[in-house]
């Protein structure tokens, strides 16, 4: 199993809209409707911003979006804001019972 | 609050055997989930495995399994993972993290903190 791919890092000026991709194959993401993204702020413990594909949990800012067109899925930031400064982890049912992360993706605030 | 409370820091040498714990704050540890989620420092996250605290019921990423092992003590509410033979390649931070309670749970609610390991001769 290798991990899913993003992109290393993305950035974006405060306010405009960022879009993060995970990719990985017909074995996972493109199975199951069970791709999930995670916030890490240094320091911090870690968040869920979004479940299954696009559901967001509650607390979560409605400037977070979750999507997946085959075996990529998507998390859109809009109106970004300094606090979103952060990295950001995809993760996704791989099958027999097992989940699999993303890279990671380092997203910069300008 | 509602919070999975971690081990504090381990500094360890090669060869050595080591167990850190991840214990539930309020709610019944039965009831969820606990994976554990390693992230090697500059790295990005690995899923380890997960236990079903009502049945210590495994599952591994073929990348641990042999090498770590889960358990759980139901009367403390706590997780553990546990290493009988560390290798300086074990050195990070170690998330517990718990599974909500529903169908397709394959997704983490909750967060511990992190235990950071260092295994150093």
């Known amino acids: 199993q290798s991990a899913l791919t993003q992109p290393a890092s993305v950035s974006g000026s405060p306010g405009q809209s960022i879009t993060i991709s995970c990719t990985g194959t017909s074995s996972d993401v493109g199975s199951y409707k069970l791709v999930s993204w995670y916030q890490l702020h240094p320091g911090e413990v870690p968040k869920l911003m979004i479940y299954k594909d696009d559901k967001r949990p509650s607390g979560v800012s409605d400037r977070f979006s979750g999507s997946k067109s085959g075996n990529t899925a998507s998390l859109t930031i809009s109106g970004l804001q300094a606090e979103d400064e952060a990295d950001y982890y995809c993760c996704s049912f791989a099958g027999s019972s097992t989940l699999l992360f993303g890279g990671g993706t380092k997203l910069t605030v300008l | 609050e509602v919070q999975l409370v971690q081990s504090g820091a381990e500094v360890k040498k090669p060869g050595e055997s080591l167990r850190i714990s991840c214990k539930a704050s309020?709610?019944?540890?039965?009831?969820?989930?606990i994976s554990w989620v390693r992230q090697v420092p500059g790295k990005g996250l690995e899923w380890m495995g997960r236990?079903?605290?009502?049945?210590?019921?495994?599952d591994y990423s073929p990348s641990f399994q042999g090498h770590v092992s889960l358990s759980v003590d139901k009367s403390t509410r706590t997780a553990y993972l546990q290493w009988s033979s560390l290798k300086a390649s074990d050195t990070a931070i170690y998330y517990c993290?718990?599974?909500?309670?529903?169908?397709?749970?394959?997704?983490?609610?909750?967060w511990g903190r992190g235990t950071l390991v260092t295994v150093s001769s």
């Open positions: 993290a718990r599974h909500p309670w529903e169908s397709g749970n394959w997704y983490f609610d909750l």
């Open positions: 309020t709610y019944s540890l039965t009831s969820k989930w």
């Open positions: 236990i079903d605290p009502s049945d210590s019921y495994t």
